[in-house]
C-alpha cells in the first residue's frame, strides 16, 4: 500500500512538472538591461541637472566652512607658536565649532539629497515601467525580466533599446 502511494505520488510530481514545462514552452519572454535604460535615457540627466540646481547653494556653503576649517587649521599651525594660549583656545573652540556646524550641514544635505533622489528615480522608474508595459503589450510577451536576473537571454528577446526610446519619448 504504501508502495502504491508512493508510486502515484511521484506520478504526480513528474507529470506536474512536464506539465509546467510545456506550458511554459509557450510563453515569450523579454529581458530589459534597466541599467542601460537608466544612464541612456534623457530624463536621467534632466533630473541630475535638476537636483545640482536645486543644491548648489548648500553644497557651496559647505565648500566655504570646509575652506573655513582649512584656514582655520593652517593659522593654528602656522601662528601657534606666537599666539598665547588663549587665542590657540579661541581659534581650537573656532575650528570645532565650524566642524560640527559643516557636519551637521553635511549630513541634512546628504539626507535631503538622498530623499529627492529617491523621489526623482522613483518618477523614472514610473515611466520606464509604463514603458515595458506598452512595449511587452504590443510585441505580446508574457513575461520582462531584467537581464541581471536571467543568466541567459538571446539577443532577440532583449528589448532595451525599444524602452529607450519609448521612455525618451515621454516628456
Known sequence: MKKLFKSVALATVASSALLSGAAMADQKIAVVNM?????????????????????????????????????????????ASIMSKKDVEDLDKQIADA????????????????????????????????????????????????KQAALFSKPEHEITQNIIEQVSKIK
Not at 582649512?70 to 602656522?78: S, T, V
Not at 538622498?114 to 505580446?140: C, P, Y
Open 35 to 79: 541599467q542601460e535604460v537608466m544612464g541612456s535615457i534623457p530624463q536621467t540627466d534632466a533630473i541630475r541637472q535638476t537636483l545640482e540646481n536645486e543644491f548648489k547653494d548648500a553644497r557651496a556653503e559647505l565648500a566655504q566652512l570646509e575652506k573655513d576649517i582649512k584656514y582655520f587649521q593652517e593659522k593654528k599651525k602656522r601662528d
Open 99 to 146: 566642524f560640527k556646524i559643516y557636519q551637521e550641514k553635511g549630513q541634512a544635505l546628504q539626507q535631503q539629497a538622498g530623499v529627492r533622489q529617491n523621489e526623482e528615480t522613483n518618477k523614472i522608474l514610473a515611466l520606464i515601467r509604463q514603458a515595458i508595459d506598452k512595449v511587452a503589450a504590443d510585441k505580446k510577451y508574457d513575461h520582462v525580466l531584467n
